[in-house]
């Protein structure tokens, strides 16, 4: 089994910046692809970005291209959202989600696992 707990959510004002983290447990984590969704009131879970197993690759929403990084260390287990220019349409829960395979993976049903989630709150 995997466990993913996601840290670094809060409160942030319009133009800041916040970099989440989530730690990968339970099995090696370079097999695994990772992803970030996110969940806004009222709103189904939408896809943010995606890595793949060896970084090489990664996948964005259109949304927050050039506002957000996704990045991986292997050696600490951690995948990794930068979230910069910050925008009161990106408040949601964020969740971290992973899955064994070496593509970059966009949608939710392709993920195995989850983390709890960790809630991000723009303010205007």
Same mark, same amino acid.
């Given at each position: ?8 959510? @809060?409160?942030?004002?319009? %133009? #800041?910046?916040? /970099? ?5 447990? +339970? !099995? ?21 970005? @995606?890595?793949?197993?060896? %970084? #090489?690759?990664? /996948? ?5 291209? +050039? !506002? ?57």
């Amino acid at each position: 089994q995997v466990q993913l707990v996601e840290s670094g959510g @809060g409160l942030v004002q319009a %133009g #800041g910046s916040l /970099r989440l983290s989530c730690v990968h447990s +339970g !099995r090696k984590f370079g097999w695994y692809a990772m992803g970030w969704f996110r969940q806004a009131p009222g709103r189904e879970r939408d896809f943010v970005a @995606g890595i793949s197993w060896s %970084g #090489g690759t990664t /996948r964005y929403v259109d949304s927050v291209k +050039g !506002r957000f990084t996704i990045s991986r260390d292997d050696a600490k287990s951690t995948v990794y959202l930068e979230m910069n220019s910050l925008k009161p349409e990106d408040t949601a829960v964020y969740y971290c989600a992973a899955v064994e395979g070496s593509y970059t993976y966009t949608e939710e049903y392709e993920y195995d696992y989850w983390g709890q989630g960790t809630q991000v709150t723009v303010s205007s």
